[in-house]
């Protein structure tokens, strides 16, 4: 049965770790911000491998080194690979090869991989007033007592619609259910 | 949410009301889509008890939308018989009517501005 650590041990522990995880950013060139969480990753994992330990064969504090060690190994590889995935260039920054008018990133990103369009908005204006158009055909779907509803849904979430009142939530839930009925009878599905 | 376009429904998948609009929405005038098969009175009779209380619910419901369709203007109710108490209910699917009102988004929006 392994001996759990005790907080001698562990206060013994954390100078190793703390000097370990600056030997690893120092290596991968990490911000130093990242060390209290190398440090803490390097623990967390040697209390994981605490099981393996033999007395017999050499002290804590070596085998401790070496689980950091280790640790700290793959910790390194794994922010290299996240840096080589990011791109550190801002998007005022110019571009090499554009010759003498130094287009900018900005200049060159499509709209289509834009910020925008990582949340969802739309970029292609010619789809935008499509949907507008339908939107229009299809609010004519709708029944007169839900443009009220449909206002207050613009700015709240039906939860909330429900705690203000003066409609209950499951009245308003029921509406909302008919209301996406006749906009998929009228041609509109969902967005998401 | 289904958005997948129906094919005519069978014992094992019957149709739902939200396939059944979604079916409408994609459907150009004269398309036609057997809803159900049977006898519709008699399997929605409660006292009669033809089928489980979930599925008559069901059933009520998608009968219930296809008649409110019906009645928007949107499609036409017909049936054809296959024999006794075996009845086909067809939805055809209509023309959209032409948009006469005022534009009604724009009001929404100013409403919620």
């Not at chain 1, 370990?20 to 060139?29: D, F, T």
């Not at chain 1, 909330?160 to 029921?174: F, I, K, N, Q």
Request: hydrophobic share 45%.
């Amino acid at each position: 049965m392994p001996q759990p650590l005790s907080l001698a041990d562990l206060s013994r522990l954390h100078p190793i770790a703390a000097r370990e995880a600056r030997r690893v950013c120092r290596i991968a060139r990490m911000p130093t911000q990242e060390r209290e969480d190398v440090q803490q990753e390097m623990l967390l994992d040697l209390l994981g491998r605490i099981a393996a330990f033999d007395p017999s064969r050499g002290s804590l504090e070596a085998f401790a080194t070496v689980c950091f060690r280790h640790r700290g190994i793959r910790l390194a590889e794994r922010f290299r690979r996240e840096r080589a995935a990011r791109d550190d260039r801002g998007l005022d920054d110019p571009l090499l090869g554009t010759g003498k008018e130094h287009l900018t990133l900005a200049e060159v990103l499509p709209e289509s991989e834009g910020y925008a369009a990582w949340c969802g908005q739309q970029t292609d204006a010619v789809a935008a007033v499509e949907r507008r158009l339908d939107l229009d055909r299809a609010s004519a779907a709708l029944d007169g007592r839900d443009h009220p509803i449909c206002a207050a849904l613009v700015e709240h979430t039906p939860h909330e619609l429900g705690r203000r009142g003066p409609l209950p939530r499951s009245v308003l839930y029921r509406r909302i259910a008919e209301m996406r009925l006749r906009l998929l009878a009228a041609g509109i599905a969902a967005a998401a | 949410m289904d958005t997948r376009i129906p094919d005519t429904p069978t014992a094992q998948r019957p149709l739902s009301e939200a396939a059944l609009c979604v079916w409408l929405g994609a459907a150009g005038p004269g398309d036609a889509l057997v809803y159900h098969r049977g006898a519709l009175a008699r399997q929605l009779c409660p006292q009669l008890g033809c089928l489980p209380i979930e599925q008559r619910a069901a059933l009520a419901r998608l009968a219930n939308r296809a008649w409110k369709l019906a009645e928007a203007g949107l499609a036409d109710l017909v049936q054809r018989r296959r024999g006794f108490e075996d009845y086909e209910y067809i939805l055809v699917a209509r023309r959209r009517p032409r948009r006469i009102a005022t534009a009604v988004l724009p009001l929404l929006l100013a409403e919620a501005a």
